[in-house]
């Protein structure tokens, strides 16, 4: 499946470097997600994209900023993480907005991220 | 608040059959979803119920009960590829998707 791709699949990174993931989704879907994974936690929303606009922002630190400059791409850039930032970063699509099947996300393959 | 519940770990034979239950408490609700993600893969849509029933798709059905806040997903004829951690989540009244904290299902041979 490689209707959403992101880059790097893994990162190791220090506190104090900056660096930024990409989400690209080749679906034609209007909505963007970025998840936050780790180890045995439900999924954590980040952000959504509706149409390139920001809808939702949940409580997310600073360090962490997305960027969307059209529908099919999504950046998320890192500065001054902490280690308990290390996590899977997930990227999902939806056609949205919408009843259920339209909302249904798929998902990229994430990025592995590593904060030393 | 918004929560979902399912178990932490499931261990079951190749061959036989496994059920997965989901209990959830949303403010409205617009659907149960079930994914399946395998180790360091991507979840990958499995399921969407919005009408309280069974729905069969080959080998996988999911069941929804909407008055008890209630699903399972039901998995037949277990191959050692279905070993994979099984995600619910549920879709509350801003269509906001509530994701529990997925069931690791092991199989074993």
């Known amino acids: 499946e490689t209707g959403v791709t992101q880059t790097p699949r893994h990162l190791v990174m220090g506190m104090t470097n900056k660096k930024s993931l990409k989400c690209e989704q080749h679906l034609g879907h209007n909505a963007m997600y970025w998840y936050k994974q780790s180890a045995k936690k439900p999924l954590e929303l980040m952000f959504v994209?509706?149409?390139?606009?920001?809808?939702e922002n949940n409580s997310v630190p600073s360090r962490f900023s997305p960027e969307c400059p059209n529908s099919s791409h999504l950046f998320l850039h890192l500065h001054t993480l902490q280690p308990e930032d290390s996590a899977l970063y997930l990227c999902?699509?939806?056609?949205?907005?919408?009843?259920?099947?339209?909302?249904?996300?798929?998902f990229g393959p994430g990025t592995r991220l590593l904060v030393l | 608040g918004q929560n979902i519940d399912q178990p932490t770990e499931m261990t079951a034979t190749e061959g036989a059959i496994v059920q997965i239950n989901c209990t959830y408490q949303?403010?409205?609700?617009?659907?149960l979803f079930w994914y399946q993600q395998h180790a360091g893969e991507a979840p990958t849509f499995l399921s969407y119920?919005?009408l309280d029933g069974l729905e069969e798709k080959g080998r996988f059905s999911s069941f929804l009960s909407r008055s008890k806040g209630y699903s399972y997903l039901l998995l037949k004829e277990l191959q050692m590829k279905d070993s994979a951690s099984y995600l619910c989540?549920?879709?509350?009244?801003?269509?906001?998707?509530?994701w529990g904290a997925g069931t690791k299902l092991i199989i074993k041979p």
């Open positions: 989540a549920a879709m509350d009244s801003n269509y906001q998707l509530i």
């Open positions: 994209y509706n149409f390139k606009e920001q809808t």
């Open positions: 119920n919005v």
């Open positions: 949303t403010s409205g609700f617009n659907g």
């Open positions: 999902a699509s939806s056609q949205g907005p919408g009843d259920g099947p339209r909302e249904t996300q798929y």
